[in-house]
């Protein structure tokens, strides 16, 4: 039996993975705040002012979908859809962010930090600070600035600074380098809001519990509507918020298996994709144990991916214990499966879902079409495409 | 005896504080870091911090990131390190104390890192994202070898956690000398003389202070304070802003400078 109840053990390990390597000058706020989360998760007040959000702000909880003319086009197994694309802000981290925007209000610090890839994170944390009335600063790579520019446009008309970070590969992994610096330099007065299931323990632990109502909701909803529980859980996975999010609910039913889809990006060489539980080897990076692309003598490497929130060379430890303990499988599809997926539930279902979401999608296609049509495939829809839609308009306006 | 104690014992018996210049293993070319180094001994350095490069150096400032950037696009791998130690070993006898991120020592198997540095003519180990309490592994390889693993103090650090990581500390404990990551800057911070103090009483081993510490009137104000001061971003900044050819000399002249105020 797994011992996922049970975890992260008291110095934050899922096994060989996690733990807490940080400079000595973090240790403190570290502890800080896992006294703090520990205090108020399950406190009534601190859980119903979440829940009060979850629903009347975020628009929890949302739908899952059966996608049935997108099912009925596979061929095979059913498929459906949990919605977390409706979520206020078009994505799961909503769900994140709330949580953590109450833990900072409750901590007493005016202002927050928070790195983004995608910049769904970001703009998550510039609306729950528009929200709680706390500063909010979010670090974002040079890269993605650009291509995901509606998403600073967001982040900005929400009060929110956006810094473009131009070290190292300019993408989430330098945007979390330079939001640790802010934070070693700023640690009594700023609270680091943090977006991936993954860092130094507890961020894990807190990001798994605050994005935990998705499959909470998902594993009710599709009981009634599928008559049971589902086949397969898939989720697109790189540090992994949406995908412990969804398996969270799920881990203790042998019967269903949970399968994270990497990305692929354009090629398999070094550089080419970010598919870390794939080709990804033990190390240390961002204050955690877990896999990681890294050259031979351990410099971390850049990463590909279509999807700027898939664009990191390392994955959250919950995921890399379930991945080495077997209870969950891991596949990897790349940009133009991922384009052919998104184009597949536009044109079927009227969904047009982040890029990053479409390699969730890619990967159920691909299940369903070679299973039976009794079979049962649920899908973390983590976010919606409008913010990609000029990348999704260059890629498939230029093919034929 | 660990030359890093026979340092602290000869510095405490001048009341000179011991100075540690720190060097990037590979910058600026693998060749001149030697040379800089060698300079850094002439000008009256203690004691050496030897920086490995890495992709990711969360503790440190724009300085030593771009130091490290420059190392690592010329090719720079943990065999350099081994081989800088080495050839300085061969020319003095001042304590040599490599520094670097877990991951690539990881990588590398903290037993033979431990080895092989012992073997170049290391005397120490700074690994500023472990913790203590993170170190057992690493701690035990390095002290087969008779290599300290050095442990650091924060202004953040509360006093009993501090208690805890001095009680344990080898060799000096890495007093950080502002909440922030490496880089120069004006003027000490306000508070600092109360948080050596601080760490003084949860210790035995004598206080390095580092990040920050860049003119001789630091040093001077660290006088009865702390026992020694690591000097990093200053001094490449000088070779950065020094033409072709004369950074070595230039930084090595801020180094004398500092060697007689410490």
């Given at each position: 039996m797994l011992e996922t109840g049970t975890l992260p053990n008291a110095a934050g390990y899922y096994g060989p993975f996690g733990g807490r390597y940080v400079p000595e000058t973090l240790v403190a706020a570290l502890d800080e705040l896992e006294a703090s989360f520990q205090r108020h998760h399950r406190d009534p007040a601190f859980v119903a002012e979440l829940e009060n959000l979850l629903h009347?702000?975020?628009?929890?909880?949302t739908p899952t979908y059966h996608a049935a003319r997108l099912s009925r086009e596979l061929g095979g197994a059913q498929v459906y859809l949990k919605r977390e694309d409706l979520a206020h802000t078009g994505a799961h981290k909503i769900n994140n962010a709330l949580g953590q925007g109450l833990l900072a209000r409750v901590s007493g610090k005016r202002r927050v930090i928070a790195e983004t890839g995608a910049g769904q994170h970001g703009v998550a944390s510039a609306t729950v600070c528009a929200m709680l009335g706390l500063d909010c600063v979010v670090y974002m790579g040079e890269e993605d600035v650009h291509r995901q520019a509606l998403n600073v446009a967001r982040m900005c008309t929400l009060g929110a600074e956006v810094i473009s970070v131009t070290s190292g590969t300019r993408t989430l992994k330098d945007a979390i380098n330079e939001a640790l610096r802010d934070w070693v330099t700023n640690v009594d007065s700023t609270f680091y809001l943090f977006g991936?299931?993954?860092?130094?323990?507890p961020y894990p632990r807190i990001v798994r519990e605050f994005q935990r109502v998705i499959g909470r909701e998902a594993r009710a909803q599709i009981q009634e509507l599928a008559g049971g529980l589902p086949d397969t859980v898939v989720a697109c996975v790189n540090g992994g918020s949406n995908a412990i999010g969804i398996f969270s609910a799920f881990i203790?039913?042998?019967g269903v298996s949970l399968v994270g889809v990497e990305a692929g990006g354009y090629g398999g060489d070094q550089g080419e994709h970010a598919a870390t539980v794939e080709s990804g080897t033990p190390g240390i990076l961002h204050g955690a144990r877990s896999l990681l692309l890294q050259d031979e003598g351990g410099q971390i490497i850049g990463t590909h991916s279509i999807a700027a929130g898939l664009d990191y060379p390392g994955v959250g430890p919950e995921l890399a214990y379930l991945h080495h303990v077997g209870r969950a499988e891991f596949a990897t599809f790349g940009d133009a499966d991922a384009l052919d997926a998104l184009e597949l539930l536009a044109r079927t279902e009227g969904i047009i879902p982040a890029l990053e979401s479409a390699h969730a999608v890619a990967g159920a296609i691909r299940m369903a079409s070679e299973t039976s049509s009794d079979c049962v495939i649920l899908v973390n829809?983590?976010?919606?495409g409008d913010k990609d839609m000029e990348t999704i308009a260059a890629q498939l306006g230029t093919r034929g | 005896m660990n030359r890093i104690d026979a340092s602290f014992k000869s510095a405490e018996a001048e009341s000179r504080l011991v100075l540690a210049p720190y060097v990037t293993v590979g910058y600026p070319t693998r060749e001149s870091a030697v040379e800089l180094a060698l300079a850094y001994v002439e000008a009256g350095a203690d004691m050496l911090e030897i920086g490995m490069p890495f992709s990711?150096?969360?503790?440190?400032?724009?300085t030593v990131q771009l130091a490290s950037q420059i190392a690592l696009e010329g090719g720079v791998w943990l065999e350099d390190a081994f081989n800088m130690i080495e050839r300085i070993r061969s020319q003095t006898d001042i304590p040599l104390v490599p520094m670097g991120y877990v991951n690539p020592f990881m990588q590398f198997g903290f037993d033979s890192l431990a080895r092989e540095l012992a073997a170049a003519g290391a005397d120490g180990l700074i690994v500023p994202d472990v913790l203590p309490e993170h170190a057992d592994d690493i701690e035990a390889a390095h002290a087969e070898h008779g290599l300290y693993l050095i442990r650091f103090a924060a202004p953040t650090t509360p006093r009993q956690r501090l208690r805890h990581v001095g009680s344990g500390a080898q060799g000096f404990i890495y007093c950080v000398s502002v909440t922030g990551v490496t880089g120069s800057r004006a003027r000490l911070a306000d508070d600092l003389p109360a948080y050596l103090a601080r760490v003084g009483e949860a210790t035995s081993v004598p206080r390095m202070v580092g990040f920050g510490i860049s003119k001789p009137e630091h040093l001077r104000a660290l006088h009865g304070r702390a026992e020694g001061a690591i000097v990093a971003s200053a001094l490449i900044d000088i070779v950065q802003a020094s033409p072709p050819g004369a950074g070595i000399e230039a930084a090595a002249a801020h180094v004398r400078n500092l060697a007689a105020a410490a």
């Open positions: 009347f702000y975020a628009g929890r909880p991936s299931a993954t860092g130094p323990h203790e039913d042998p829809l983590s976010g919606r | 990711d150096p969360i503790a440190d400032g724009p």
